[in-house]
């Protein structure tokens, strides 16, 4: 379970070889996420903070804020793949990109989510990957999940919120990733 919460906190934001073909795929003006990343902690915020909300164990916490991981991210024009490793991590992640919500039982940081939605924004800039989730606790909530790049594509910004049944204000941190030779 320590190894799937730090997996999945770094596939927010990182992921198998890079794609030979630098195109966009599938549509010209949305990014590329295709290659190898690494975290810069340092640009990043901690996930922690988060994963206290969601009601992950100090442990989890621990093992997630420093792990270190690499992550490769495989994109056509209808899925993004991702591969998570790390020292006694491995993991991978298939999003289908078309906005279909699809029905999943996956631990993630801490909590379970149930069901996924990934799609692109209404300008092509970010992809946001919607979680219904549950907690340990009993709680439901929304877990989202939105990447983009910057620095002409040589750095991955992934955003995460959180919100829980009733309550007024998300919780949320962000992850900085580069792209890696």
């Known amino acids: 379970m320590l190894r799937s919460l730090a997996s999945v906190a770094f596939v927010g934001v990182l992921s198998l070889p890079q794609i030979a073909s630098a195109s966009k795929p599938g549509h010209p003006d949305k990014p590329n996420f295709n290659g190898n990343w690494g ?7 901690s996930i922690e903070p988060l994963m206290k909300h969601m009601g992950a164990s100090y442990l989890q916490r621990k093992f997630a804020t420093s792990a270190n991981l690499r ?8 899925v993004l793949t991702i591969a998570v490793r790390g020292a006694a991590i491995a993991m991978d992640e298939t999003l289908h990109l078309d906005g279909r919500t699809e029905r999943r039982r996956q631990e993630i940081l801490g909590v379970t989510s149930v069901r996924i939605r990934t799609a692109w924004s ?5 992809l946001v990957e919607t979680r219904q989730i549950e907690t340990n606790q009993g709680q439901s909530g929304q877990l989202i999940i939105k990447r983009n790049l910057r620095d002409q594509e040589k750095s991955m910004v992934v955003a995460f919120s959180i919100k829980l049944g009733g309550e007024p204000n998300a919780t949320a941190c962000r992850q900085v990733c580069h792209k890696q030779a």
């Open 39 to 45: 975290l810069d902690r340092r640009a990043s915020t």
């Open 71 to 78: 992550a490769t991210y495989r994109q056509t024009a209808q």
């Open 122 to 126: 209404k300008d092509h800039k970010e």
